[in-house]
C-alpha cells in the first residue's frame, strides 16, 4: 500500500482470459471514455508456437523463441518459407495479446529501413538490395491483417526516424533528393495501409536532451521545415489519418528533463500555430526505476501537468512506449517500485482529458528490446511464461480509475509531489542522486553542451 493504494482489484466483472480478475481490455470497456490501452507487437512469436511455453503437439510448438525482437523468422541459412503462418494454432502470446489489448503497435516492421533492407524485415539476406524505392510490406500486412480480423486497432510507428533510415539515405544525397525520397517513403507507406491504419507516428526523436532540434541528417540537409513536411505529405497520402509527434524523456514538466519536456511543449506549440496538421503527442515512457539525473522517473504531478498543456493546444496525448526498468534497483524494491510506477503516472495520465491511451513497448519479459540493447531486466506487465506480475494490477489498477467505483487519481498526489504525510513520491525505492555526476553517463540533470543538438537515442 503507497499514498493508501492497494495494488489489487475487486474483480469487476466476469473475466476471459485469467482467473485473477478482468483483463485491461474489459476494464477499458467500462470506462468513462475511450481509452487505447495498445501494446508493441512481433511478427514471431505471434504466429509462430514456442515450445517453452506452447503446448507441444502435432502441428504445435516449432522452436524456441525468446528475445524475438530484431529477428523475424530464421538465422541466416535456415530454409525459410516465405509466409509465417506455420500453424493453424495461435501461439500464447497472440491469445494473451487479443485478450488484453484493444490496440497494437508494430514495433520495428514498419520503420523505413526494415521495409527496405534485410533485417528485420522479410528480404531474404541472400539478395541483399540497396535499390532505393525497394519496399516488402509482407510482414506488416500479416499483422495489420491479423489485427484487424480480430477487431484490434492498429497504430503505424514510424514515418520518419533518422535511426532507422535507410542506409541509401545519405549526407551525399543533394537537399532536394533527400526531400523526395522522404515524401515518397511517407506516401507509399501511409498509401498502402489507407482505410487499415488510422494513427501514425509520423516524426519520431527529432529533440535533443537540451530541447533544441537534434543535428541529424534531415535537419543538417532540410533544416527544421523537415517535420512539418512529413505531417502534411502524410495528411496528404491520408487525410482522415490521426497524426502523431512521438519522443522520449518528454513525460514530465519541470524535473530532471525540464528543458527536453519544454522543447516538446514548444514544438507542437509552433507546429499547431503554423496550421501543421498534427494531432495528437506521444510520450514515450521508458522508464528507468533506479535512474538518477535525466534518467529519474518523472513524477506524477509532473505528468499530469505536461499533458495538461499539451491539451490546452488541442493535442490528444498518450503514453507511446512505455516499460519499466529495474533491474538496477536492489532485488527487494524491484517489485514495489514498477508496479508503483505504472499505477502511479497512468492514474495521474489517466485523470487529464487530453489523455486517450497506453501504449506498452511489449507485455512480456520474454519479448522485450530492453534486453538487447541495455542489459538483463523485467520492464513489462507479464512474466516470460505470460503470467501476470504485480505491475499488471498495477497498470489495471490505474485503468479502474475511469471505471465504475473508481474515483479520478485513484488517490494518487496530482498537485504535489508528497503525499499528506509529507514523505516524497517513490521514498521507498527512488534511489539519491550522486555526489558527483557524470554528463558522459547521462547522470547530470543540467543540460551540457554535449547535449545542445544530439541526435543520439537516449531512452
Not at 539478395?127 to 477487431?151: C, N
Request: proline share 6%.
Amino acid at each position: 500500500r503507497h499514498f493508501g493504494i492497494v495494488y489489487r482489484t475487486e474483480e469487476m466483472a466476469e473475466h476471459s482470459w485469467d482467473s485473477d480478475g478482468p483483463t485491461l481490455k474489459e476494464v477499458v470497456a467500462q470506462c468513462c471514455k475511450r481509452i487505447d490501452i495498445g501494446t508493441a507487437v512481433l511478427p514471431k512469436p505471434l504466429f509462430l508456437r514456442d515450445v517453452e511455453v506452447d503446448e507441444t503437439e502435432e502441428g504445435g510448438a516449432t522452436s524456441q523463441i525468446a528475445g524475438a525482437t530484431v529477428d523475424v523468422i530464421a538465422q541466416e541459412g535456415e530454409d525459410v518459407p516465405h509466409g509465417l503462418r506455420r500453424s493453424g494454432k495461435e501461439s500464447k502470446y497472440a491469445k494473451v495479446l487479443q485478450g488484453e489489448f484493444n490496440a497494437i503497435v508494430i514495433e520495428h516492421h514498419l520503420k523505413w529501413a526494415p521495409l527496405c533492407e534485410t533485417l528485420p524485415g522479410p528480404i531474404s539476406p541472400s539478395t541483399p538490395s540497396t535499390r532505393i524505392g525497394r519496399y516488402d510490406f509482407e510482414h506488416v500486412d500479416q499483422m495489420v491483417d491479423w489485427a484487424l480480423s480480430k477487431g484490434i486497432k492498429v497504430k503505424g510507428h514510424v514515418l520518419i526516424w533518422h535511426v532507422t533510415t535507410p542506409g541509401f539515405i545519405n549526407e551525399q544525397m543533394s537537399a532536394s533528393q533527400m526531400r523526395e525520397h522522404m515524401r515518397r517513403h511517407i506516401f507509399t507507406t501511409v498509401g498502402h495501409f489507407r482505410g487499415r491504419i488510422h494513427m501514425w507516428d509520423v516524426v519520431n526523436e527529432a529533440l535533443a536532451p537540451d530541447g533544441t532540434l537534434a543535428q541529424n541528417i534531415f535537419l543538417k540537409k532540410l533544416g527544421p521545415s523537415y517535420i512539418e513536411d512529413a505531417f502534411r505529405w502524410a495528411h496528404e497520402a491520408d487525410p482522415t489519418a490521426f497524426l502523431i509527434y512521438n519522443d522520449n524523456k518528454v513525460e514530465g514538466m519541470g524535473g530532471p528533463n525540464a528543458d527536453k519536456s519544454n522543447g516538446f511543449y514548444s514544438l507542437l506549440k509552433g507546429l499547431k500555430e503554423k496550421g501543421v496538421p498534427v494531432h495528437g503527442a506521444g510520450m514515450q515512457a521508458h522508464f528507468n526505476a533506479g535512474g538518477v539525473g535525466r534518467q529519474r522517473c518523472p513524477t506524477p504531478r509532473m505528468v499530469k501537468q505536461q499533458i495538461c498543456r499539451l491539451g490546452d493546444l488541442g493535442l490528444k496525448v498518450n503514453i507511446s512506449e512505455m516499460d519499466v526498468r529495474v533491474s538496477k534497483l536492489p532485488k527487494n524494491l524491484q517489485e514495489v517500485a514498477q508496479t508503483q510506477i505504472y499505477r502511479d503516472i497512468l492514474a495521474a495520465a489517466l485523470s487529464e482529458p487530453a489523455f486517450d491511451g497506453i501504449w506498452l513497448w511489449g507485455f512480456s519479459d520474454r519479448h522485450t528490446w530492453v534486453k538487447q540493447f541495455y542489459y538483463d531486466d523485467q520492464p513489462l506487465v507479464f512474466d516470460e511464461v505470460y503470467s501476470r506480475k504485480p505491475s499488471y494490477h498495477g497498470l489495471r489498477d490505474a485503468i479502474a480509475t475511469l471505471a465504475p467505483g473508481g474515483s479520478v487519481g485513484g488517490g494518487v498526489p496530482l498537485t504535489s509531489d508528497h503525499d499528506a504525510e509529507g514523505n516524497a513520491w517513490g521514498h521507498l525505492w527512488m534511489q539519491p542522486e550522486p555526489k558527483s555526476s557524470d554528463p558522459v553517463l547521462g547522470t547530470a540533470a543540467t543540460p551540457t553542451a554535449d547535449d545542445v543538438g544530439d541526435s543520439r537515442p537516449d531512452w
